[in-house]
């Protein structure tokens, strides 16, 4: 059995889209796609007139090596907002399937399963924020086709070991994708779960540059997966779904100079966690700071609303997380610079007096 074999056959059987610039490469006087022959008049303008490449050849290169995989594993996608809604699409049949979430969690998973029509299972984390695997596991059904995992999860900040996504790897065969999300991986120096793609062709990773790659506004991202998943969501992804501009930018942050500059960025962030995560327990209203593998830090609060609002009128806009189950009293805020986390403490530590 392949993995093929729990997508949609719709998609399976599709011909997808064939663009211009997919259909005939090569050539200088290029009169096959209606573009305007003539650059934009504006700064930047130049080859602005040209669709990009759908997956421009040295991004891909760039990223493979960057997530240790090759090539023919990655799709580059508009954020991994997009891979989500790719894989929802490919392998869930509307009205029939289901995605399987781990609350409190990101909350695209859902969005897109219901944008889809397809069902959401929800088996909650311990309330330690720790992932069960026979827990979840007991939550598939037979249409459960996606099972949407995130290490360090958002927001609870908490990683999946490696041998319980192995696990669940082994377990989901043949039954459902595992998709693991890793938005956050750069800030936890834990392994990937792309190297379990060798062994298990149900394996899915999300990667982004929206992170620890200073790139959220570029909206890059990637799928690492099997060969088959890639060629699978490129029958139904747009046909040129980067923006030039948004690709020389990823370039540009993953040459030399730009992963130099992220890895000062990536130390930088590190030393403000921790010395927000020394620096909030003490505080009056914090009940609690849980421990944090991402750039950002849940915090729980005795008046959670009041915080946010005494936050909002300092200027500092933080994330009410209190909707999400068991962290009716958190607040999640985002790890800043040091002047940014400066504010923050001085907010708090004036309390509820001021
Ligand atoms: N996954 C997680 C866990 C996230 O927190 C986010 C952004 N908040 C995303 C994916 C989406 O990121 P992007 O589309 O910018 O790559």
Redesign the pocket.
Known sequence: MSVLDLARAEIRALSPYSSARMEAQGGTVLLNANESSRPPNIPGGDGLNRYPDPQPRALVDALAELYDSGPDRILVT?????A?DLLVRAFCRAGEDAVLISPPT?G?YAVCARIQNAAVIESPLEPSGALRADTLLAAVTPSTKLVFV?TP??PTGNLIGHDVLAHLARELSGRAVLVV?E??AEFSGAPSATSLIDAHDNVAV?R????AWSL?GA?V?ALVARPEVIGLLRRIIPPYPLPSPCVDAALGALSYEGRRVQRHHLQEILGERARMFAALPGLPGVRDVLPSHANFLTVRFDDPAGTYRRLIAAGIVVRDVTKYPGLEDALRITVGTGNENDRVLAVLRAGAGA
């Open positions: 508009r954020g991994s907002d997009e989500i990101f695209m995130c999860n958002n999300d938005a956050y999300l982004t540059l929206s992170k959220a909206r991202g």
